[in-house]
């Protein structure tokens, strides 16, 4: 009997999702079905599947759609993943999403486990994959002897060239940049309990290097804390979790941040056209363009030679260029700045890097373990992002169907019997983490 699976979303990360979906469709025995207020581009280059184009807000109609399903993909914004997740138990419909697991969705645990259906959370990259991949290094080591430290970094980058120094556009949601980091981080460093500020989050900095040609700034992002518990780590010395940029990404943003340009919950006071100079030196009583440069220099403690100074300048933050202001916060109008150079263009080439650092004791020597992924996109839609967010969906999706596998209940990607041969299939897919042990 086919099966219906009801695609709600068909934003940046939905393109390899989709496309392996279809290209496997005959072989599942699954019709898919695709739901965006918005038509994408993509969609002309992938068969066997049908396109509806409905308002992601008519609750009546995407009603319609969710019954008689075997599984929903959820890639609508988080906030909307509740919403979905009530019609999925009210029609015992199956549900999977690439998003963090809350405390709201969690409270529908009983009534998914009720109707004999199940939500799978946080199967996409981050989180996602970092689960898969940590959780069997994790299991591993556990036999061998006891874990010291775990420190996980994954960053969605640009293949560095000479025509972006920030090394990096938006490949998913742009506000969810702008505000990443808005929490502050919580993290455990040698038996200590760290919480940094917002302010700080950009300038505490690991140098993360996976050869002499590719070298990474890691910063800490959320709570890490909420993971020794679900990884089984409770004894743990050093946890941390975070993200990973090009070097000078986090110093030039580090001044965005501390600007105040990143605001999401403050109104800019003048409205019209304003040059990219007054918003970047809103809150500086300055006026001349080599003023704020040299309050830049002296407050942040950089140079016009540096990676941050260059990031800046290339983006336009002292240029006369304008933007509007009308009705906007702060996010909104950088958001708009940034737009006008972080876009992926045809030719784009983006990044995805994923490390995990191990150090452990076994037969009383201290071992490091560090686990890597580095994955390249081809263009523009069929980005490394795309590939590492959809794919695990995908391919979860086919284990389930391929092995008439059964669960109930809302679920993280922890068992063994899901991150084993989730990681083998993506393995085949070009999603491959090298491992190195060394002394330490």
């Not at 089984?232 to 105040?260: D, S």
């Not at 972080?342 to 020597?365: A, G, P, T």
Request: aromatic share 12%; hydrophobic share 35%.
């Amino acid at each position: 009997m086919t099966k219906t699976i009801l695609i709600l979303g068909a934003g940046k990360s939905a393109y390899n999702l989709i496309s392996y979906l279809s290209d496997n469709s005959q072989k599942l025995e699954i019709e898919i079905k695709l739901i965006s207020d918005k038509t994408p581009e993509y969609i002309k280059e992938i068969k066997n599947i049908k396109f509806l184009r409905i308002d992601i807000s008519d609750k009546i109609q995407i009603s319609k759609q969710i019954n008689g399903a075997y599984i929903v993909v959820s890639l609508l914004p988080p906030f909307l993943h509740y919403k979905v997740a009530l019609i999925c138990t009210e029609y015992s419909v199956n549900m999977i999403t690439a998003s963090y697991l809350d405390d709201k969705i969690k409270s529908l645990n009983k009534k998914f486990k009720k109707n004999s259906c199940f939500l799978f959370m946080e199967m996409g990259l981050d989180p996602g994959i970092d689960h898969l991949s940590a959780k069997k290094v994790i299991d591993n080591l556990n036999n061998k002897g006891e874990i010291i430290s775990f420190e996980s970094y994954t960053g969605g980058l640009m293949k560095k060239d000479n025509k972006n120094p920030w090394g990096y556009k938006f490949t998913w949601n742009p506000m969810n940049v702008i505000k990443a980091g808005i929490d502050g981080s919580k993290y455990l460093k040698n038996g200590n309990l760290i919480n940094i500020p917002y302010e700080k989050v950009f300038s505490d900095l690991k140098e993360i290097k996976l050869s002499k040609s590719h070298t990474y700034e890691g910063y800490p992002n959320r709570d890490s804390l909420k993971y020794k518990k679900l990884y089984g780590l409770e004894k743990i010395n050093t946890l941390i979790r975070g993200t990973l940029r090009h070097p000078g990404f986090c110093k030039a943003w580090n001044i965005l941040v501390n600007l105040g340009l990143t605001d999401d919950s403050k109104f800019f006071k003048k409205e019209g056209k304003i040059s990219y100079l007054d918003f970047f030196k809103h809150k500086i009583n300055l006026d001349s363009y080599q003023s704020v440069k040299n309050y830049v220099r002296e407050r942040f403690s950089i140079d016009e030679s540096s990676q941050a100074f260059k990031n800046l300048s290339w983006s336009n933050f002292f240029s006369k260029q304008t933007v509007s202001s009308i009705n906007k916060k702060h996010s909104e109008i950088l958001l708009e700045i940034l737009k006008d150079k972080w876009s992926l263009e045809k030719h784009d080439i983006d990044l995805v890097v994923m490390y995990h650092s191990f150090i452990y004791r076994e037969k009383n020597n201290l071992k490091k373990l560090e686990s890597f992924m580095r994955l390249e996109g081809t263009n523009n839609f069929d980005t490394a992002m795309s590939k590492t967010v959809g794919l695990p969906i995908a391919l979860l999706i086919e284990i389930i169907i391929t092995n008439n596998l059964k669960f109930k209940g809302v679920l993280l990607p922890f068992d063994k019997i899901i991150y084993d041969p989730l990681l083998e299939k993506l393995s085949d897919n070009g999603i491959i983490f090298e491992n190195r042990v060394s002394k330490t």
